[in-house]
């Protein structure tokens, strides 16, 4: 049974993800002539009015597609992905393990933890962020880690490539695959595909 397509991995023309859009999102810019190029096996087919000969207007959708001359994607590409007020992508990028005690715990156990407080001063961004259980998030407090214990792990900021898989959800074979092969050597999803 194939799995039916719930989203759209949209790629600047060069082939770097740019974001998750719906189908119908998708739309709009074959529409417009915006698809530059698409990969992918399946597509979803839309079917709109008629014409005066009688034939039905119809546009197929392919899970990935390459959005040609989008100045603001170019400027976008170029920013840092976010975080996120959900402890989602953090968990995942950590692999639900904790940094302090090396445990790995289902989602309601663990919590963000800033590694330079917030009270002290630190930000809410990838670099000073990492997965903690509860216990331990609640024994550092606002300590500095130099007072508390190593951290187990270093966090890092996701590529655009480990950004899109974290946050895809129920992504294809043929998104994640391609996803998957722009992930650098030092992405710890490596172990996961």
Not at 37 to 56: H, P
Not at 105 to 114: A, C, I, V, Y
Request: charged letters at 25%; one cysteine or more; glycine letters at 8%.
């Amino acid at each position: 049974m194939k799995k039916m397509i719930s989203h759209i991995l949209t790629l600047d023309i060069a082939g770097n993800p740019f974001d998750w859009i719906s189908p119908q999102d998708a739309v709009l810019y074959y529409a417009s002539g915006k698809v530059a190029w698409e990969l992918g096996d399946g597509d979803i087919v839309f079917r709109g009015g008629y014409s005066r000969a009688g034939v039905q207007s119809r546009i197929s959708v392919k899970p990935i597609i390459a959005i040609a001359g989008s100045a603001i994607m170019a400027r976008m590409l170029h920013l840092e992905l976010p975080l996120g007020h959900h402890n989602d992508l953090l968990f995942r990028r950590d692999r639900y393990t904790c940094a302090y005690c090396g445990g790995r715990f289902p989602h309601n156990e663990l919590s963000r933890d800033h590694i330079h407080a917030r009270s002290h001063g630190g930000k809410d961004t990838w670099m000073n962020c990492v997965t903690a259980c509860k216990d331990c998030n609640q024994e550092k407090g606002n300590k500095h880690l130099e007072s508390f214990r190593p951290l187990l792990y270093v966090p890092y900021v996701p590529c655009r490539a480990e950004h899109y898989l974290l946050s895809g959800r129920n992504v294809l074979a043929d998104q994640h695959d391609y996803l998957a092969a722009r992930l650098p050597k030092h992405s710890r999803m490596r172990d996961l595909n």
